[in-house]
């Protein structure tokens, strides 16, 4: 019997994608906890709530014993999937108007596959796989570990997710448009938009020729001209 499928939409599978992304540093830790809090689609209560985990904020966390110390201090300090978890779950509590001092003592008494499953509850089908993570600008993607493992993994699923791409549209002829991604290699050629719309006419031509003459590509003559103006 072959081996049963992962469960599709389940935020709990979901969640458990990012355990391979870690560890993280503190940098990283603040950017995805924010990332994945920014597409949550939880509405906070005040305003306070609704900021993004800073590394100061994650710092505070520690201080307060609301989130566990990490491994190795200062600069070479580490966070675990597990911490990922508990920043999760306290701006999550604090969203529906838990104190600190409540959410303290909440962590206390969850253990880590409880603590998970809530935070997977809490965010629930909304929560988006490490390859669609919403950042906010390319400075803002992971750099470490974590970011290597991320930019391997979206290559592995041929998903693009930099969110600040611009298109350029360009009218090929009447009914036909072509629309050019600025970090595509046609892009990179610097060419007129006339230049790059002259060449998809053609192409366009040479295709609707071969498909009234397949044996003859190149005898189409003066048609060319009128089959795109």
Do not use: C
Request: neutral net charge; charged residues 25%.
């Amino acid at each position: 019997m072959g081996a049963a499928s992962a469960p599709t939409n389940d935020p709990l599978f979901t969640l458990r994608e990012y355990r391979k992304l870690a560890p993280w540093r503190l940098r990283d830790l603040a950017t995805v906890a924010g990332a994945i809090l920014e597409a949550s689609g939880v509405k906070p209560i005040n305003a306070a709530a609704a900021a993004r985990p800073s590394e100061r904020t994650i710092r505070f966390y520690v201080t307060r014993e609301l989130v566990t110390p990490p491994e190795g201090r200062g600069t070479a300090a580490t966070y675990s999937y597990r911490h990922l978890l508990q920043v999760l779950f306290i701006k999550l509590r604090q969203m529906e108007g838990s104190t600190l001092e409540a959410i303290r003592d909440e962590l206390e008494k969850t253990t880590g596959d409880v603590l998970e499953r809530r935070v997977a509850s809490t965010v629930g089908r909304s929560l988006p796989s490490p390859g669609h993570l919403p950042f906010l600008a390319h400075d803002e993607q992971p750099r470490g570990r974590a970011g290597q493992l991320l930019h391997v993994r979206l290559a592995d699923e041929s998903v693009d997710v930099r969110p600040s791409t611009r298109w350029r549209r360009l009218e090929v002829g009447d009914g036909v448009e072509l629309h050019v991604r600025d970090d595509h290699p046609l892009a990179h050629l610097k060419l007129p938009d006339r230049a790059i719309a002259d060449a998809m006419r053609l192409a366009a031509q040479r295709l609707i020729a071969s498909a009234d003459a397949p044996g003859d590509l190149h005898d189409q003559g003066g048609n060319h001209g009128t089959i795109i103006d």
